[in-house]
T-cell receptor, first 113, second 114 residues
Framework: NAGVTQTPKFQVLKTGQSMTLQCAQD?????MSWYRQDPGMGLRLIHY???????DQGEVPNGYNVSRSTTEDFPLRLLSAAPSQTSVYFC????????????FGEGSWLTVV | AQSVTQPDIHITVSEGASLELRCNYS??????LFWYVQSPGQGLQLLLK??????LVQGIKGFEAEFKRSQSSFNLRKPSVHWSDAAEYFC????????????FGDGTTLTVKP
């Protein structure tokens, strides 16, 4: 049982480059989300999706794009990387509805130079 | 909108000592409350959660948390800490609505002294 799988685990980008963080889950969860984690700031929600074809913005969406063409996959795209996007990114999924456990991927460490 | 405060950024305890990590929340009604643990280089894992009913909740790894409505708190406790408990701990709150999104505290880093 793989759970939530994120790739790549580590990435270094130059300012202005674009890239996609991949996320896949095999639990048939409707709800998927992306967070970024910065020192001393907990987790902040970037984008989320409540099902295939439906996405919405979270707390810090600027500079990121998402799509949800299937239930399993929820890629996060950085359109033009900036040093402020240096962070650890976590993909997560859960059964739709409040109070259900969130399952996290192992994280993607992104450095923008 | 809901918010979560974890007053302690860093706590150090000796192995075998008791532990209490504090969490205070702000929300108009009783929300769903969670504690997650993050080991170095890993994602977050659920320790326990509270919805309603008994205000003392048991979780994995010997942890428990107590919901106190009057204090808007949901503190995490463990009677005897093990070295493997060293990690970062996050409290999270979620509105009691069908489309609620979790809000996370800034985390408390636990160091365990031998």
């Amino acid at each position: 049982n793989a759970g939530v799988t994120q790739t790549p685990k580590f990435q270094v980008l130059k300012t202005g480059q674009s890239m996609t963080l991949q996320c896949a889950q095999d639990m048939n969860h409707e709800y998927m989300s992306w967070y970024r984690q910065d020192p001393g700031m907990g987790l902040r929600l970037i984008h989320y999706s409540v099902g295939a074809g439906i996405t919405d913005q979270g707390e810090v969406p600027n500079g990121y794009n998402v799509s949800r063409s299937t239930t399993e996959d929820f890629p996060l795209r950085l359109l033009s990387a900036a040093p402020s996007q240096t962070s650890v990114y976590f993909c997560a999924s859960r059964v739709l509805g409040s109070g259900n456990t969130i399952y996290f991927g192992e994280g993607s460490w992104l450095t923008v130079v | 909108a809901q918010s979560v405060t974890q007053p302690d950024i860093h706590i150090t305890v000796s192995e075998g000592a008791s532990l209490e990590l504090r969490c205070n929340y702000s929300y108009g009604a009783t929300p769903y409350l969670f504690w997650y643990v993050q080991s170095p280089g890993q994602g977050l894992q659920l320790l326990l959660k509270y919805f309603s009913g008994d205000t003392l909740v048991q979780g994995i790894k010997g942890f428990e948390a107590e919901f106190k409505r009057s204090q808007s708190s949901f503190n995490l406790r463990k009677p005897s800490v093990h070295w493997s408990d060293a990690a970062e701990y996050f409290c999270a709150v979620e509105p009691n609505t069908n489309a609620g999104k979790s809000t996370f505290g800034d985390g408390t880093t636990l160091t365990v002294k031998p």
